[in-house]
């Protein structure tokens, strides 16, 4: 899993914490876990505070940027776009 995490549902917590910009008590009793939705904010800033520099000073890169996603990265693109923001990042 690209997160790290070795099992399913710790990929499916952490997906669901760092793409949803808003918290949703609905959403996150809706499967009973210790998720907890809208952590955009902060995944957003530890991209562009973190990684993307870390990419910038470690391998060969531009300016030229790209952003998208589907399902919850496509929530995370859009609110990403809602934002104006400078910097633009591939995923998935």
Same mark, same amino acid.
Not at 47 to 63: Q, R, T
């Given at each position: 899993m690209g997160s790290g995490e070795t099992d399913l549902r710790s990929w499916y917590n952490n997906r669901h914490s760092d793409y949803t910009p808003s918290y949703s008590k609905e959403w996150d009793l809706k499967d009973k876990t210790a998720t907890k939705s809208g952590g955009a @904010?902060?995944?957003?800033?530890?991209?562009?505070n973190e990684i993307i520099p870390f990419v910038d000073a470690h391998y060969k890169s531009n300016? #030229?940027?790209g952003l998208a996603g589907? @399902?919850?990265?496509?929530?995370?693109?859009?609110?990403?776009? @809602?934002? #104006?923001? #400078?910097?633009?990042?591939?995923?998935e």
């Amino acid at each position: 899993m690209g997160s790290g995490e070795t099992d399913l549902r710790s990929w499916y917590n952490n997906r669901h914490s760092d793409y949803t910009p808003s918290y949703s008590k609905e959403w996150d009793l809706k499967d009973k876990t210790a998720t907890k939705s809208g952590g955009a @904010s902060k995944f957003l800033a530890v991209l562009k505070n973190e990684i993307i520099p870390f990419v910038d000073a470690h391998y060969k890169s531009n300016d #030229n940027r790209g952003l998208a996603g589907f @399902s919850l990265g496509g929530l995370f693109t859009a609110y990403c776009l @809602s934002k #104006n923001l #400078n910097y633009l990042i591939a995923m998935e």
